[in-house]
């Protein structure tokens, strides 16, 4: 599976270390999204990028600070983070036709450790 | 506003049995509906997709689902699993008139020799 790649893939920092995810869609999508994947519970939706424009921002603190450059790119800034932000991070991307996005397809995800 | 509810948080069941895994959702408009797979440290996959006609789909790995309207549920099903089968299932739900997906909490399935 290559339509999505996200980098790195396991990644252990301290909360006061400055990193950053990355993702990339060889699919020719318009739409990019960052989900937060922890244990037991369901998945939360962090930010929605269209052509290139962040079109939603649930809630998500401020140490998390996405970019994207282009339609293939997304970036996850990650700064000053909190033990409780360790989960598995997932990239996904879908085909936005303004109305209605159809399936995501999703990355292999970051596992990322804070200590 | 949608939502998904998975009935089940975890599911055992032995190597060639039949499974069921449950997905009922809510919705005041039509719906789209998904099952994704994850496996151990991977990403989601899709498994199987409901956007109209037929109320019942196939998809990947021998899964099916049944889309049905009066009881909201968009229940998979496999007739005889595989240890490979092993991974965590996540219903999904998105509105026609158009909104980004709700996913269901997951469920575990575990099948054993």
């Known amino acids: 599976e290559t339509g999505v790649t996200q980098t790195p893939r396991h990644l252990v920092m301290g909360m006061t270390n400055k990193k950053s995810l990355k993702c990339e869609q060889h699919?020719?999508?318009?739409?990019m999204y960052w989900y937060k994947q922890s244990a037991k519970k369901p998945l939360e939706l962090m930010f929605v990028?269209?052509?290139?424009?962040?079109?939603e921002n649930n809630s998500v603190p401020s140490r998390f600070s996405p970019e994207c450059p282009n339609s293939s790119h997304l970036f996850l800034h990650l700064h000053t983070l909190q033990p409780e932000d360790s989960a598995l991070y997932l990239c996904?991307?879908?085909?936005?036709?303004?109305?209605?996005?159809?399936?995501?397809?999703f990355g292999p995800g970051t596992r990322l450790t804070v200590t | 506003a949608q939502s998904v509810t998975q009935l089940d948080s975890q599911v055992p069941v032995f190597e060639e049995a039949p499974v069921e895994l449950r997905c009922n959702y809510s919705?005041?408009?039509?719906?789209?509906l998904f099952w994704y797979v994850q496996y151990p440290n991977q990403g989601l996959q899709l498994l199987l997709k409901?956007?109209?006609?037929?109320?019942l789909v196939k998809g990947i790995n021998g899964f099916e689902a049944e889309f049905n309207k009066s009881q909201t549920s968009f229940h998979l099903r496999k007739p005889s699993v595989h240890i490979s089968d092993t991974a965590e299932y996540f219903c999904?739900?998105?509105?026609?008139?158009?909104?980004?997906?709700?996913f269901g909490e997951g469920t575990q399935l575990t099948v054993n020799p």
């Open positions: 996904a991307s879908s085909q936005d036709d303004g109305t209605f996005s159809y399936e995501q397809y």
């Open positions: 699919l020719g999508h318009n739409a």
């Open positions: 990028y269209n052509f290139k424009e962040q079109t």
């Open positions: 919705s005041s408009v039509s719906v789209y």
């Open positions: 409901y956007l109209s006609g037929s109320t």
């Open positions: 999904a739900v998105s509105q026609t008139s158009g909104s980004r997906l709700t």
